[in-house]
């Protein structure tokens, strides 16, 4: 095995706090790849399609055509996530790739499949949606609260930003389609509602989340935009710069005591900077997790559905351990065996790039500058943030983490 640089002492300073952090604390265990597959969760791409035509859609860039499942194929992969977890262990099925609201009674049925499942086996469940929001409307609102779903719709901005790039077939934004739907579901759901946001070249990330915060949202994703490279919508060096400033200011008004809708990637960040759920790779895609297309074939993924050479197994015969033992030691291979990563002091916290994007975007496995950099801003905010409440507000710290004490 390389050597691992990890534990080489990381050090940096802001606002006059010189800050020393030893990666090697929080270092994680090696994976246990002897266990898996462990399937708790599955994902299902039940629309294969899309409603818009975004500019920088990744899976429009890097997936075939794929076509609308069956709902005997529905059917059976909802069975199969209980057949194939651990008895009494809780299961998760999300819904993400293409818009499955295409769709949406194949959506509610699904839902309702599981909670049986889940009820007659007396099992937690937990049901995960991502939508472009454009076919949400009252009455699916209302179901999709009513079931339990967790929902995240895809907004980038406001009007002016969002309708940049995110656009429908005919070109036009989107923005006014979706924002009843986001102010309604963050007024009503807000633990289980949250969303994501595509940063493209210029693009100013504090204006994006303080935005969508201004809506209600109260759990807010920003990632860089996934796309080939060259790309004209990469983030260049100076929105990564931009991207530093704006999630230190955002840590330095925590410290100061302001409430601030969570920034869910950070927020996983300082969790891991306290050494709480690190791992050496960024989710459990093709080992606890896998996809279902429309032919009942298993892929790592939803990012994977359509790409043959990353077919796992079927829903008939199950998935297929050899197939799982060379995604684990390739596409899906843990940080230390990645040569940019093991090299990276901010791995602990970071868990490596997204298989998909390493493998689909021509990065021949490698991780995207722009994401790297995005990473480190956060973790050195994580760090310094925990530093700074360890000593001067460890309640707050501990309120950030989720962690209730009893007395």
């Known amino acids: 095995m390389r050597q691992i640089m990890k534990e080489k002492l990381h050090e940096f300073s802001h606002l006059e706090r010189n800050i020393t952090f030893d990666p090697g604390s929080v ?96 099992r937690p469940i937990a049901l995960y949606i991502t939508t472009n929001g454009t076919r949400l409307n009252d009455a699916i609102i209302g179901w999709l609260i009513g079931d339990g779903w967790n929902v995240k719709i895809s907004i980038d901005g406001a009007a002016q930003v969002h309708d940049r790039y995110r656009v429908d077939k005919n070109g036009k934004g989107t923005f006014r389609r979706i924002e009843h739907a986001v102010r309604t579901l963050a007024e009503k759901m807000p633990e289980h509602f949250s969303t994501t946001s595509v940063l493209c070249r210029g693009t100013h990330p504090g204006k994006v989340f303080y935005e969508i915060a201004s809506m209600g949202v109260r759990k807010i994703e920003l990632v860089p935009v996934a796309a080939t490279s060259p790309s004209p919508l990469s983030l260049h060096e100076d929105d990564l710069a931009t991207y530093h400033d704006f999630i230190f200011d955002y840590v330095e008004r925590i410290a100061g005591g302001e409430k601030l809708p969570a920034h869910i990637r950070f927020q996983k960040r300082l969790k891991k900077a306290l050494g709480y759920g690190n791992t050496r790779i960024p989710c459990g895609a093709g080992r606890n997790f896998v996809a279902v297309g429309h032919d009942g074939r298993l892929y790592p993924c939803f990012r994977f559905v359509g790409a043959s050479q990353y077919i796992m197994g079927d829903l008939d015969s199950g998935i297929n351990p050899d197939r799982v033992k060379w995604f684990g030691n390739a596409p899906g291979r843990p940080y230390e065996k990645r040569d940019e990563c093991a090299m990276c002091w901010s791995a602990p916290l970071c868990g490596g790039p997204c298989f998909a994007c390493a493998e689909l975007l021509g990065r021949a496995g490698s991780p995207s500058p722009d994401y790297c950099s995005m990473v480190r801003s956060e973790a050195e905010a994580a760090v310094w943030l925990a530093d700074v409440l360890k000593d001067e507000h460890p309640q707050l710290l501990l309120d950030l983490l989720g962690v209730n004490i009893e007395v």
């Open 27 to 122: 270092s994680p265990p090696p994976l246990p790849d002897e266990r898996f597959p462990a399937i708790t969760s599955m994902a299902l791409d039940i629309s294969g399609q899309c409603n818009l035509r975004c500019a920088y859609c990744a899976e429009y860039a890097t997936l075939p055509d794929r076509a609308v499942m069956p709902p005997k194929i529905q059917q059976r992969a909802v069975d199969a996530v209980f057949e194939w977890s651990p008895k009494g262990r809780g299961v998760s099925i999300h819904l993400g790739s293409g818009e499955a609201l295409l769709h949406p009674a194949a959506v509610r049925e699904i839902g309702r499949r599981a909670r049986r499942l889940a009820q007659i086996q007396n």
